[in-house]
């Protein structure tokens, strides 16, 4: 390679990035939206060219996609490595380059960099590998370093807890770091791995934003930095210090998209990337099937005849999909034991499962199961057996009276297999949801690379089987794991009117297919609330429906609406679970909602959450997003039925479909019923 100054142009639907260099590592020239085909991108040099004073740059790019401390880059590197306890500083040189793969080499340090760039559907996905010449001990590693936006003046990062999944934090872009690390061996509650970097006034659904999700499972760092000279450099890697010393490593991808439509475009990139390229699903052609899950109608107590009972019920509603949950191995009467001892337990199974399954097969259902394989309580038989397989100290502090298994064992993830495999291949197992109840007593990247293994070989070897991940509720929610499962149990809250909220939130990432939400009991268990059956219903039906109560609680008058709910759901399924969510800007901020539109744009459907009393008291229009303006629409308030005798103004939307303009809807929007908090308005449209 010379040393010329030399320009590369990577092309997704609505973005663009592009690399130039000039002998060293590439950088990023240009990322945002698509530039027109015909430009010369090497002409975009003479835009961005700048003395930076303080002598840190003054070739381009702006920034490498690796910062090295060998340049005098003062601010975070891309890459901190040790040989022999001495810290290594690199300064490499491009060697080798086709446009989407970058190979640098630093001859001296005996280090060789790589990033490679591939357009997967909408998103651009990034990837930084790294060889040594013998061993080095690796701190940090960045994926393909990007510069943050110059008109961006916040950060929308996510935080959470346990029945508090995807809460949404704003930092201001200011002078030194944001940074957030998952050092609990799993993307985590706390830190889930994708942030937003909008542009000053951005909104869902107007303005340029930018949005960067890391596909690990095992623990992330992301660097948000504004260095003294303005500029921004955004960084995202393995948990730092999390890898064993070797010569060999690799980021996982990072996926990056560029919207000029607000939120939204970023959104929607993301949910469609993760529906259609990275989940692989066992029956493309099936219909999402309605789950009912019996976690929170009977715990840890088991029995066949109830068991059957609350299946009939279920099946009467419209499940179609029966899941058993914890509780059916060793001796697990509660969480303090059994964890390891994957057989069925004859106390409770005299005759094993075959009989509950054989039941719900005849129910029209098929059957699922849960398994939490890295996981190990000490009361176990396996335990006692193996106790060299427990991560951690012996003295370590337990999470749920568990502990965690070496997954980075091969005998251990053969032990797991051969127990799970033998359930898988003697009885008809349709879904095995995957759960996951404790942080790792020392975040280790071999740990999630295990779990990855063991659950490619369970899908190579079951490819019929879908998994769900589950971790405490949505703990570990990220691409990659999703490459080996199918559905996230998002969280463990089924409170509807929270539900709502981390719903609206999460679809900043997540498509509906995907997203698992269920009716919960009438006097919600984690939070105490009772919410009406409706509302309930509305909530679980925006994403992949379920049911998670007794349903023998439910009133006749409560299994009608939610029958009817359900059916609902299932006429609308097919074009709905490939939709995209767009989130609406509300003028109310007590309503959450969000506009689900078909690939082709001919229809949609409206959920409008009222999460909290209104501080006005008519209501406030709505706008919609993403309509034909010279178009009309056929809208229908298709639950008006729940119309509370309160809202008492005469409104046509209330009594029956109207036909309104598309630039109506965007611009004025609509004007929806009056109702009391933790109400869903459902509004179908379809374009006449
Ligand atoms: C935690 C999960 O999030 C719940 O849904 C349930 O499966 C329990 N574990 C079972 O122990």
Sequence with gaps: MTNDFQTWRIDAPGQTLVLASSGGIPGALYWGAALPTSLDVSSLAAGVARDVTGGMIDVLPELSLCPEAGNSFQGQAGLVAYRDGVALHPRFLLTEADGLRFVCRDATEKLTLTFTFAVEGDVISAKTTLDADGVVALHHLAAPVLPGPQYGEDILHFTGRWIGEFQLERSPWRAGLLMREARSGRSGHEHPPIAYFPERGATNTQGAVFAMHYGWSGGHVMYAEELPDGRRQIQWGHATGTRPAGAHFETSKLYMSASETGLNGCAVAFQRHLRDRVVTWPHPERPRPVHYNCWE??????????????????????????????????????????????????????????????????????????????????????????????????????????????????????????????????????????????LLPI???????????????????????????????????????????????????????????????????????????????????????????AFRAWVAAQRHMGFEMD?????????????????????????????????????????????????????????????ATSAQIIPRPLRLTRLDADADYKIELINRSESHHLSRREMPLKSGPLTL????????????PWSFPDRMWVIEGRRV
């Design 443 to 533: 975040s280790d990247a071999t740990q999630a690379e295990g779990v990855y293994a063991l659950m490619a070989q369970l899908r190579a070897d079951f490819p019929t089987v879908e998994i769900e991940s589950c971790a405490s509720g949505g703990g570990r929610i990220d691409a990659g794991i999703l490459k080996h499962t199918q559905r996230v149990w998002l969280s463990d809250s089924n409170d509807a009117q929270e539900r709502l909220r981390i719903q609206h939130d999460a679809a900043l990432m997540l498509p509906a297919a995907i997203t698992g939400s269920h009716v919960g009991p009438r006097h919600c268990h984690t939070s105490g609330r009772v919410h009406d059956i």
């Design 297 to 438: 109608a009977i715990y840890f107590d088991h029995d066949l005849q109830e068991l059957k009972a609350i299946a009939d019920r279920a099946a009467t509603l419209g499940a179609e999909r029966f899941v058993l949950d914890d509780g059916w191995f060793g001796k697990r009467d509660d969480d303090t034991s059994s964890l390891g001892d994957w057989d069925i337990d004859p106390r409770k199974w005299p005759d094993g499962l075959t009989p509950l399954i054989d039941h719900v097969h005849c129910l029209g259902m098929v059957f699922g199961l849960w398994f939490e394989p890295e996981m190990v309580n000490m009361d176990s038989d396996l335990a006692r057996a193996h106790p060299e397989w427990v991560l951690g100290a012996v003295d370590q502090i337990e999470g749920r009276q568990q502990r965690v298994l070496d997954l980075a064992n091969p005998e251990v993830r053969a032990y797991l297999y051969d127990k799970i495999a033998a359930v898988l291949s003697t009885h008809d197992v349709d879904y095995i949801k995957w759960d996951h109840n404790r």
């Design 551 to 611: 349903p023998r609680e439910l009133t006749e008058a409560e299994a009608q609406v939610l029958t009817e709910v359900t059916a609902w759901w299932k006429a609308n399924r097919d074009w709905r679970m490939a939709a995209d969510i767009l989130r609406l800007d509300s003028a109310d901020p007590s309503v959450l909602a969000e506009q689900q539109m078909a690939g082709d744009g001919t229809q949609f459907v409206v959920f409008a959450g009222k999460a």
């Design 661 to 672: 303009n598309g630039q109506f809807l965007m611009q004025h929007g609509l004007i929806l």
